[in-house]
């Protein structure tokens, strides 16, 4: 591990610390050459086929590059898209697989995309799952609706159970 710093390419671990849900280790090192401290981060490798069937490693950046055209215009913050592309790695690193298509990729995104922004989220999908008609957004759009009035029938279950009556 080379020093970010001055290149020297040999540092000291000073600490090391597990990840609050066990999936990664932090180690705090520190340059011997110039003395600066950095931090790594070891995880599982996880990686991404893409069609061509060529891997490559997972990475945050790429699903964030992915959703933020759909994005474009709408009230979504580079936090939000931060936190997204968390909830991906955190979604299929759960499945523990150590290998996935870049297919899957894509659909661990819809979720997390729909609950941050619908319109986003349609764009997403039209594209991504190659939408070719009206009929395709009606029917997508009608599953938006149906999603949200059951969750509205929820909430309202929810605070019925709650009222003292
Ligand atoms: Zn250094």
């Known amino acids: 591990m080379y020093c970010p710093f001055c290149r020297n390419p040999d540092s000291r671990v000073v600490d090391s610390r597990m990840a609050d849900d066990g999936s990664a280790i932090r180690r705090r090192r520190q340059c011997p050459?110039?003395?600066?401290?950095?931090?790594?981060?070891?995880?599982?490798?996880?990686t991404v086929i893409k069609?061509?069937?060529?891997?490559?490693?997972f990475s945050r950046s790429k699903v964030?590059?992915?959703?933020?055209?759909?994005?474009?215009?709408?009230?979504?913050?580079?936090?939000?898209?931060?936190?997204?592309?968390?909830?991906?790695?955190?979604?299929?690193r759960a499945s523990g697989a150590a290998e996935?298509?870049?297919?899957?990729?894509?659909?661990?995104?819809?979720?997390?995309?729909?609950?941050?922004?619908?319109?986003?989220?349609?764009?997403?999908?039209?594209v991504y799952q190659a939408f070719?008609?009206?009929?395709?957004?009606?029917?997508?759009?009608?599953?938006?609706?149906?999603?949200?009035e059951v969750e509205a029938k929820a909430a309202k279950g929810k605070s019925s159970e709650k009222s003292p009556l």
């Open 33 to 46: 050459e110039c003395g600066r401290r950095f931090t790594t981060v070891e995880t599982t490798s996880l």
């Open 51 to 57: 069609r061509s069937g060529v891997g490559e490693p």
């Open 64 to 92: 964030i590059n992915g959703v933020r055209k759909a994005c474009q215009g709408r009230p979504v913050t580079e936090d939000d898209l931060a936190m997204l592309a968390q909830e991906v790695e955190e979604t299929i």
């Open 100 to 126: 996935i298509d870049a297919h899957e990729v894509g659909l661990a995104i819809l979720s997390p995309l729909q609950k941050l922004d619908e319109v986003a989220y349609l764009r997403f999908a039209s």
């Open 132 to 148: 070719e008609s009206l009929e395709d957004f009606e029917t997508a759009i009608a599953i938006l609706r149906h999603e949200a």
